[in-house]
């Protein structure tokens, strides 16, 4: 990784031939040499899920989504992120809780407050 730190999809592999807790670390430094990948952020949620904790997957998207992200300068584009939660709940075996995690992120971005209020009295 040293010699390619900008290709996401190398710390991905790398990410799955970990053990857990390596995994983890492997992901911080991934985050630290790709600061606006959002495809590192959604592997992070995956490992959490994967291993039964529900209670991160959505703190991981949910801080990618709303702080790190914008942090580093990304714009959030919410259909791709609905596009990646729609992968997520299709992958094998269903990745079900990151796929709620980002729906509940981001399903609300860039709808203006007058359709979100009507949305509220049509519910």
Known sequence: ???CPDQADLWIALVRLETYD???KVLNRA???LPTEPLIWITAAKLEETHGNARMVAKVIERAVKKSLPGAGVIIDRET???D???AEKARPPMVETC???VGAVVGMGVDEVRRAGWCLVL
């Open 1 to 3: 990784m040293e010699c």
């Open 22 to 24: 390596n995994a983890k």
């Open 31 to 33: 985050v630290a040499a």
């Open 81 to 83: 992120w609905l596009r």
């Open 85 to 87: 939660a729609e992968t």
């Open 100 to 102: 709620r995690a980002i």
